[in-house]
């Protein structure tokens, strides 16, 4: 059974590259997250990651703008975490120090880089929720491992990288503890 506040909180995950433009994977993180809302849920966590993590987060912001009641909670593996993965653009890197600025709370596990660490991240944000938005192309990856973790853990998954996209119903089912993937 979820807590009230995991019942309003939402992770995302996904991967770094993804293989069509951003404006598409926006649109519909933009129509699950409006249909989530209506669910209830007010607290969304992204991993500071670029590609998918950046994008839901910045969804979040722009869902923020007309509904002031929902947070972003970044939950960061380790300080700087960029500097692990050393080939982020400028742009990159502009975008993250945006929404490190923009975050309502700013969680960090580890002083720096180690094993398992990104592993770590993922846990926390899946224990935190009741519900996984994803995009996963390859269940071997980060994302997959964390879809994993949120099915096993009984939280809704939606994988918006299926296609057409599993987005969210408009209303919550009546148990929170199916995986609709």
């Known amino acids: ?7 309003q909180t939402v992770c995302f995950t996904g991967h770094r590259l993804l293989p069509e433009s951003e404006t598409a994977v926006a649109a519909r993180l933009d129509l699950a997250l409006t249909r989530l809302y209506g669910w209830g849920c007010r607290c969304f966590c992204a991993g500071g990651a670029r590609g998918f993590d950046t994008l839901a987060a910045e969804a979040v912001l722009r869902l923020r703008r007309d509904r002031v009641d929902v947070r972003l909670h970044l939950v960061l593996p380790f300080p700087r975490q960029y500097t692990y993965e050393g080939d982020w653009t400028g742009e990159e890197l502009r ?7 923009a975050a309502d709370r700013r969680e960090t596990l580890a002083e720096r880089y180690a094993y398992g660490v ?11 929720s009741s519900v996984c938005v994803a995009y996963m192309l390859r269940s071997g990856s980060g994302a997959g491992q964390t879809v994993s973790m949120a099915r096993a853990a009984g939280l809704s998954v939606f994988n918006l990288a299926a296609v057409p996209g599993e987005l969210p119903p408009a209303e919550r089912p009546v148990t929170t503890e199916q995986t609709m993937f």
């Open 95 to 101: 975008r993250f120090r945006r929404l490190l600025e």
């Open 1 to 7: 059974m979820f807590t009230e506040a995991e019942l």
């Open 118 to 128: 990104f592993r770590e991240r993922n846990r926390r944000m899946v224990d935190l």
